[in-house]
């Protein structure tokens, strides 16, 4: 049986455990997990961003993204579709306390467009929400992951600093619009304030997601995951399996790529 449901039903592979398996371990919540360290590390250059924070979950990377730029009441822009909104306002609401302004767009590409439609929308004396944080999502769930053009990212975020706003690009699958678009990854960080990668949708690994930034946003998420719950200690082999999918499975996106749209013709000629 194939299992479609989701790629986050991806399993270790049999290298993967045995890397997890030797894999060096200490003290994460005292900066001493030497896997933890290395993956960070790796991440923050891969992705050129100054600092990088190993969590739990996409989830919890997208809700310190937004304590760490966010006071409670502001208010966060961003699509209807969007998993930040669709599946995780009600934690958003009751954790970081922000105000979503959730626009419909035609086709999930929240453009510079929406956003100024959106601060538009309401009235903005001093004591109602402020707008802080525009979220944006590549590839899109909801949109049967869809991606976000490039040329519509840069827009928004320079749209988003001349507006006095930050940008959160939860990119959850950005590695398969990375692996459709050859696009660097760096590049797509380049117009993030923050952004979150998952480890364990597509890749493998059983665990994990990377929020990225700058120094000052990732240590308030690192003190705001304490809060959370999510100061694991000896997280290595967890990391280690993060670091194995993303140093060896990248690549291996292409071949679902090609499954996904091989399915797609046949389902169209069933259809027909």
């Not at 991806?10 to 003290?27: F, I, L």
């Not at 827009?155 to 696009?183: C, E, M, P």
């Not at 059983?206 to 930034?213: H, I, K, R, V, W």
Request: charged residues 20%; hydrophobic residues 40%.
């Amino acid at each position: 049986m194939i299992d479609l449901r989701s790629d986050t039903v991806t399993k270790p592979s049999k290298e993967m455990r045995a890397y997890m398996a030797e894999a060096p371990v200490g003290d994460d919540a005292y900066g001493e997990d030497e896997s933890v360290n290395l993956l960070q590390d790796y991440c923050k250059n891969l992705f050129q961003k100054e600092d990088a924070l190993f969590v739990t979950s996409g989830m919890m990377a997208n809700r310190l993204a937004f304590l760490s730029q966010t006071n409670p009441g502001d208010e966060v822009i961003t699509d209807y579709t969007y998993h930040v909104n669709f599946f995780d306002s009600a934690p958003m609401a009751f954790i970081a306390k922000v105000v979503m302004n959730t626009w419909h767009t035609p086709d999930g590409i929240l453009r510079s467009q929406y956003i100024e439609e959106a601060l538009q929308s309401k009235q903005r004396y001093n004591y109602f929400a402020q707008p802080k944080l525009v979220s944006i999502e590549n590839t899109i769930n909801g949109r049967a992951g869809k991606i976000f053009p490039f040329e519509d990212l840069q827009a928004v975020y320079n749209f988003a600093k001349q507006r006095g706003l930050s940008i959160h690009l939860d990119g959850a699958r950005l590695f398969n619009a990375h692996i459709a678009t050859r696009i660097p990854l760096a590049e797509y960080a380049s117009y993030a304030d923050t952004l979150s990668v998952c480890f364990s949708k597509g890749l493998g690994a059983p665990y994990g997601s990377m929020l990225m930034g700058n120094r000052e946003t990732i240590n308030k998420a690192r003190r705001f995951r304490i809060w959370l719950g999510g100061g694991v200690h000896q997280a290595g082999m967890q990391a280690a399996a993060a670091y194995y999918a993303v140093t060896h499975h990248i690549d291996s996106l292409k071949k679902d790529h090609k499954l996904a749209k091989y399915l797609a013709r046949m389902l169209m000629d069933v259809s027909q």
